[in-house]
């Protein structure tokens, strides 16, 4: 392991072992050239981005709100996050700033909501934590003293005391390095590791079936029913819970557990191991793209006009396309109990 990949992990492993996962969907992440802008538009940019996220909070809290009843910590949090952005549509009025409109009230944004109420804690847990990276990378942009002093305000109750919060009530995922496993976590690894090869064999085998059989457009329709009962027979079979998921999903149903969502902040190309206070353990192989992948999953205008019609009409909101050979594509992921 070089030191960059060291440094990373350890990066990771520090969140983790006091917060937990990391999520920032990349489309959210600021450019490399942000430290470019001139002064008035990255304070703009950064109150926007900043006022964005506590809007994103708000709204899927009370999603979460809607779907278990009022229940602290959610209850109390989200007023706290009516305040935050508060905090800063006060900064948009000083300054003079027209205030964006809400992208997540509408009533099409819609979130994935997880099945236990433990499990959205799981979520919020990322939220704050992507919340507080999200200021981070701000202030090193952001010279204005009030704004500063609002960011930095916003950032510790994000840190002291809403991640405190849903932590108690959340399974605590936390990452665990390959040799700090004990040995019923590496027999808990390598029931995880068989599972992924049996339903890696299985879907590459029915994948190689059906383009032989009916062709690659043909085959869309059959991966659309089979990929997630291949899925739920591997769970049953071995025991445990597994899936496919990428930040770049084809099928929203591949939404994969909240704690998953640590390798989609951070790509990471080897496994990954994470293991949660009730001695679950949760691991993710990467998926690469191969050449026999590019007939669905290359780019957009190299895809045969056939397979791109039966794509769009399957998945509407496919975000799949445009991989090229030994890209990473995803991760299968195994919870093992
Ligand atoms: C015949 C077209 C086709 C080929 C070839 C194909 N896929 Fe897919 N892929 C799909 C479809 C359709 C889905 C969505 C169905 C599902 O798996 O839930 C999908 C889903 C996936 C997913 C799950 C995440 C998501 O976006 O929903 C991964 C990961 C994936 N493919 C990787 C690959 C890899 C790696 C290869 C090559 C080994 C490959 N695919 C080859 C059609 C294809």
Known sequence: MHARHR???TIVALL????????????????????????????????EHALDDERHAIA????ILDRFGERRPFSNIVHAERRHADALIRQFGRLGIEVP?????????AFHIPATFAEACD??????????????????????AEVRGVFLQLRRASQERHLPAFR?????????????????????????????????????????????????????????TVAPKVARQVSEERGVRIGRTS????????????????????????????????????????????????????????????VRNKIEAAYPRDRAVGFSEGDLRGWFWVEVP
């Open 168 to 224: 108690r009530h959340s399974n605590g995922w936390t990452v665990v390095a390959h040799e700090a496993l004990s040995d019923s976590q590496r027999a808990q690894r390598d029931r995880g590791a068989d599972a992924r090869t049996a339903m890696f064999a299985r879907l590459m085998r029915t994948l190689r079936e059906e383009v032989e059989r009916i062709g690659p457009a043909g085959a869309i329709e059959v991966c659309k």
């Open 123 to 144: 979520a919020a847990e990322i939220a704050e934590i992507r919340n507080v990276a999200i200021y981070d990378e701000l202030l090193e942009s952001v010279r204005d």
């Open 16 to 47: 983790a072992s006091t917060l937990v996962p990391l999520s920032l969907l990349l489309a959210d992440r600021l450019t490399a050239s942000e430290a470019d802008r001139k002064p008035e538009e990255a304070l703009r940019h950064a109150l």
């Open 101 to 109: 409109a809400d992208r997540h009230a509408s009533k099409d944004a």
């Open 60 to 63: 899927f809290y009370e999603a």
């Open 7 to 9: 440094c990373r992990w």
């Open 247 to 306: 930040w770049a999903l084809r099928n929203p149903a591949n939404v994969a557990p909240a704690w998953t969502d640590l390798v989609l902040h951070d790509r990471p190309t080897e496994p990954r191991i994470a293991s949660a206070r009730d001695g679950r353990l949760g691991v993710t192989f990467p998926i690469h793209i191969a050449t026999s992948c590019l007939t669905c999953h290359g780019p957009r205008d190299t895809l045969d006009a056939d």
